[in-house]
């Protein structure tokens, strides 16, 4: 079992700046990506970003350039560094942790973390 605790949402100006945490707990044998992802009412959860346990990172073009992914080992913590922040970029955010399992793969998620970028 892993349990994910994201931490640094808040409210924001358009231009500003957030660093989101995810602190996951329990193990992590078999975890091969961790990604973050955000979802606005009445829309689909969409990938912001995401890294494998290799290191490779993938962004959404919508954040490129703007986000940075990144993880401490040592802390089993995830990092969302958001720059020049958008009103579009208002969702709540979520960590999510995915985990190889015979046939397939699973899915861990954080409780999720409210951005709101607005002046």
């Known amino acids: 079992q892993v349990q994910l605790v994201e931490s640094g949402g808040g409210l924001v100006q358009p231009g500003g700046s957030l660093r989101l945490s995810c602190a996951a707990s329990?193990?992590?044998?078999?975890?091969?990506?961790m990604g973050w992802y955000r979802q606005e009412p009445g829309k689909q959860r969409e990938l912001v970003a995401g890294?494998?346990?290799?290191?490779?990172?993938n962004y959404a073009d919508s954040v490129k350039g703007r986000f940075t992914i990144s993880r401490d080992v040592a802390k089993n913590t995830l990092y969302l560094q958001m720059n020049s922040l958008k009103p579009e970029d208002t969702a709540v955010y979520y960590c999510?942790?995915?985990?190889?399992?015979?046939?397939?793969?699973?899915?861990?998620w954080g409780q999720g973390t409210q951005v709101t970028v607005s002046s």
């Open positions: 329990g193990s992590s044998f078999s975890i091969y990506h």
């Open positions: 999510n942790h995915r985990k190889a399992i015979l046939g397939g793969s699973y899915d861990y």
């Open positions: 890294i494998t346990s290799g290191g490779s990172t």
